[in-house]
């Protein structure tokens, strides 16, 4: 299958590829808030829509001006991506797929894309715009001699590392067949319950590192604005942050490898997590599991390995159906983990009993031909 796929690394810049980068992402950080701002007063001020085109002349128009000859110092393809990324956020927008376009931080990450135009890739070294050396970057893996690097993302986080997502056209093979089927049952205490019986322990990452986290932004509120002990003090919390987003991203994309390459169908729940995540008491543990991101994972793997996954009506009584013979209880309160059945006394542990139901709804959903979308945000 022929997809398009991602190959991140993270590289050290020199100085001077450290400084071209710090001006390309105030560039190209100007400019999207720049014209953001022209397309927001346009439609309030005059109701005019302008688009791509509209904002493709004024930036060419900025760039005559002497008060902005700052702008042709950097290569013109990242901050003419900046434009294309602009516009893909109004279509989003519009779509409802997201909210407003807001302003670009210079606090926050920071990011510039080049198009094949703006860069050298020869399979070993990548060398980007206005640089004269390639980028020392720390390969944790090899990108495919056959697959096409179209673009070039390079990023810094808050916590001062720099990263490379080159995007590359790529073919996938297909895993070979396999035989077996389960349900998942998603959760806190156990971030997931397989049918089989398996429970695999929620990482708990957020919840491990608060404590850490609480501590340094009280000595970060106790810093004088402007300072250089708050801008380090800054620098520790990022750190802690980039290290709790690694490890849940660890987790997560190995959790669902092994589930993709061992089994053919994968059933789960649909998931309204925005719903969930009302719950004053339970929002911050539901965010710190990354439900959606995982079936995210599971979604794209499945299409690229030729797995089937299943989505169930997140209204579908799991926990609360006997998986021996149906009977639905009528309550059933979280903090109830195990129960007997009051018809055919079966026992049940709670997690497993809603995978083998879950499972069960799953292969009924197959049968009749219907499609359910497992992911609701």
């Known amino acids: 299958m022929d997809v398009k796929r991602a190959y991140k690394f993270r590289f050290y810049p020199t100085p001077e590829q450290e400084d071209i980068l710090a001006r390309t992402f105030g560039c190209t950080r100007f400019v999207y808030n720049h014209m953001l701002r022209m397309r927001t007063d346009a439609w309030y001020e005059r109701g005019e829509s302008i688009g791509y085109h509209e904002t493709s002349a004024a930036l060419t128009l900025l760039k005559k001006q002497p008060e902005y000859a700052w702008l042709n110092e950097v290569s013109s393809v990242p901050i003419q991506q900046a434009l294309r990324h602009l516009q893909q956020a109004f279509n989003n927008f519009f779509a409802k797929r997201a909210h407003y376009p807001s302003l670009r931080s210079k606090h926050g990450r920071q990011a510039a894309t080049y198009a094949a135009s703006a860069f050298k890739w020869d399979g070993r070294a990548l060398t980007l ?14 990108i495919p001699k056959a697959a096409k690097v179209t673009t070039v993302t390079v990023s810094r986080d808050p916590a001062g590392r720099y990263f490379v997502s080159m995007l590359c056209d790529d073919a996938v093979a297909a895993l070979p067949k396999a035989g ?12 997931a319950v397989f049918s089989t019986g398996e429970k695999v322990a929620a990482p708990n990452v957020f919840r491990r590192n608060e404590k850490k986290l609480a501590k340094l932004q009280r000595r970060l509120a106790k810093k004088k604005k402007g300072s250089h002990n708050r801008i380090k003090a800054k ?8 290290k709790i987003a690694d490890t849940r991203r660890d987790f997560l994309h190995k959790l669902s490898t092994k589930t993709i390459r061992e089994n053919q169908t994968i059933v789960v729940e649909t998931l309204a997590v925005k719903n969930m995540l009302r719950n004053g008491c339970l929002s911050k543990s539901i965010a ?26 997140k209204w579908y009584p799991s926990s609360k159906r006997c998986s021996a013979c149906g009977f639905v209880l009528d309550k059933l309160p979280l903090s109830v983990r195990r129960w007997s059945c009051p018809d ?7 997690d497993i009993n809603a ?5 069960a709804a799953g292969r009924a959903v197959s049968a009749s031909g219907e499609s359910v979308s497992p992911v609701c945000v």
Request: some cysteine; hydrophobic content about 45%.
């Open 344 to 350: 055919c006394k079966a026992k049940h542990d709670r």
């Open 288 to 313: 710190d599991a990354s439900w959606s991101e995982f079936v995210r994972q599971l979604e794209y793997k499945a299409i690229w390995y030729g797995r089937e996954l299943i989505g169930i009506d």
């Open 355 to 359: 995978a083998i139901n879950i499972l």
């Open 235 to 242: 620098a520790k919390i990022a750190r802690v942050h980039a």
């Open 129 to 142: 715009a206005k640089m004269k050396q390639p980028l020392k970057i720390r390969f944790s893996r090899t």
């Open 180 to 191: 077996a089927a389960v349900g998942l049952d998603l959760g806190l205490s156990h971030f």
